[in-house]
């Protein structure tokens, strides 16, 4: 398997059948968690910069010559995506020197929120879809994972406001 399919696969989950983009989802969870531990927040953001450029590269490269812009088994997307839609739970654990993991309703929030944005694709997340190349391959995934993020924020906001 060469350099871009293991990225644009993520070593090889973007083909666990069925619904490769949840597993891509969910396989992104423990990789955020490992990021936080080893640098806090700061580490989180490059994380997502760094997999977004070569996810974008790698995309570029497995679809290449063909007519699928987005074929299923490219979940790097969903990775970044997924990674952004945890990025207030991430900030919030390294400003107050939380544990991460003590926010596990937020874990959920933003797994739920970004797969559900993904799937239905309202909005821009559509548009940047229907782009048909590489970069609209991993914007529908970032605004999707911008609208989990505000999504994870507004119920946080509605739960640490109203219910406590």
Same mark, same amino acid.
Not at 61 to 79: K, N, Y
Not at 94 to 122: C, E, H, Q, T, Y
């Given at each position: 398997?060469?350099?871009?399919?293991?990225?644009?696969?993520?070593?090889?989950?973007?083909?666990?059948?069925?619904?490769?983009?949840?597993?891509?989802?969910?396989?992104?969870?423990?990789?955020?968690?490992?990021?936080?531990?080893? !640098?806090?927040?700061?580490? &989180? %953001?490059?994380?997502?910069? =760094? $997999?977004?450029?070569? #996810?974008?590269?790698?995309? +570029?490269?497995?679809?290449?010559?063909?007519?699928?812009?987005?074929?299923?088994?490219?979940?790097?997307?969903?990775?970044? !995506?997924?990674?952004?839609? &945890? %990025?207030?739970?991430?900030? =919030? $654990?390294?400003?107050? #020197?939380?544990?991460?993991? +003590?926010?596990?309703?937020?874990?959920?929030?933003?797994?739920?929120?970004?797969?559900?944005?993904?799937?239905?694709?309202? !909005?821009?997340?559509?548009?940047?879809?229907?782009?048909?190349? =590489?970069?609209?391959?991993?914007?529908?995934?970032?605004? +999707?994972?911008?609208?989990?993020?505000?999504?994870?924020?507004?119920?946080?906001?509605?739960?640490?406001?109203?219910?406590?």
């Amino acid at each position: 398997m060469g350099m871009a399919k293991l990225i644009g696969t993520v070593l090889g989950v973007g083909y666990i059948r069925p619904a490769p983009g949840t597993w891509g989802s969910l396989v992104a969870l423990p990789w955020a968690w490992l990021l936080h531990i080893l !640098g806090g927040f700061p580490l &989180l %953001l490059l994380g997502i910069i =760094a $997999a977004f450029l070569k #996810g974008w590269w790698a995309t +570029a490269q497995m679809t290449r010559g063909s007519e699928d812009h987005d074929p299923s088994e490219i979940v790097v997307d969903e990775l970044v !995506g997924q990674w952004i839609a &945890l %990025l207030p739970i991430s900030y =919030a $654990a390294w400003s107050m #020197g939380i544990n991460v993991l +003590a926010m596990w309703p937020g874990w959920i929030a933003a797994f739920v929120l970004f797969r559900f944005f993904d799937i239905l694709k309202p !909005g821009p997340v559509g548009w940047a879809d229907r782009r048909g190349d =590489a970069l609209g391959v991993m914007l529908d995934d970032v605004i +999707a994972g911008v609208f989990a993020a505000l999504g994870v924020l507004v119920l946080a906001g509605l739960y640490h406001g109203l219910l406590t």
